[in-house]
C-alpha cells in the first residue's frame, strides 16, 4: 500500500463535473428555498420603541395630513382624513397602546393599514425602512410588555439587533365599540 493517489482519468474528471453542477444546484435551491419564506415588514418608530406591520396590509403612507376632528371619539381617534374621496379614521397608536410619545415629535405620519373589514391611518411617530425577515424568526410578544400593550402586539422579531414589536393589526382595526 502506497499513500500516492493514482492519477483521475477522464472519466472521473466527467463524473467529479457532474456532482459538482448537482451541488451547486442544490445550494441554488436551497436559496430559492428560503427567500420563499420571507416575509416584508414596514417598520417605524412609536415613542423609543420599534415597531412593525407585515407589508401585505400596508396601503400607502402619509408624511403630510390635515386632520378632521370629530367630537365624542375615544382619545385614540385623532379624526378622520379625505384620500381621493375616501374617508378614513386616524388611530393614534401611542394612545390606543398607552405609550408615551417621543419627544420633539410634531408632525405625525401615518400608515394607512387595512384587512378585509376595516381601514385606518395609523398615526405614528416615525416611518422606517421595509425590511425581509425570515417567517420562522417570528416569536410570540415578549412577556415583559404591559398588558396594555400586549393585546396590540403579535409577535416579535429581532432586526438588526433591535427588537421589534409586530402590531396586531386585527386588534388595531377592530371596531371602537360603541360608536
Known amino acids: ?55 401585505e396590509h400596508v396601503r400607502e403612507i402619509y408624511q403630510e395630513y390635515a386632520v378632521t376632528r370629530i367630537p365624542c371619539v375615544p382619545d385614540h381617534i385623532h379624526g378622520v382624513i379625505n384620500i381621493r374621496g375616501e374617508i378614513v379614521s386616524v388611530t393614534g397608536l401611542a394612545e390606543l397602546m398607552h405609550l408615551p410619545r417621543a419627544e420633539g415629535v410634531r408632525e405625525l405620519q401615518a400608515i394607512v393599514v387595512q384587512n378585509a373589514e376595516c381601514v385606518t391611518a395609523m398615526a405614528v411617530d416615525e416611518i422606517g425602512d421595509i425590511v425581509e425577515v425570515p417567517k420562522d424568526s417570528i416569536e410570540p410578544p415578549i412577556s415583559v410588555i404591559g398588558k396594555a400593550q400586549a393585546e396590540f402586539v403579535a409577535g ?21 365599540e360603541g360608536a
Open 1 to 55: 500500500m502506497t499513500d500516492e493517489k493514482a492519477p483521475l482519468l477522464p472519466s472521473d474528471l466527467a463524473s467529479l463535473d457532474i456532482l459538482r453542477r448537482r451541488a451547486e444546484s442544490l445550494a441554488h435551491e436551497s436559496e430559492e428555498s428560503v427567500s420563499e419564506d420571507l416575509t416584508g415588514i414596514l417598520l417605524f418608530d412609536l415613542g423609543e420603541e420599534l415597531y412593525g406591520v407585515p407589508i
Open 156 to 176: 416579535s422579531v429581532y432586526v438588526d439587533g433591535r427588537l421589534v414589536g409586530l402590531i396586531n393589526l386585527d386588534r388595531v382595526l377592530q371596531p371602537v
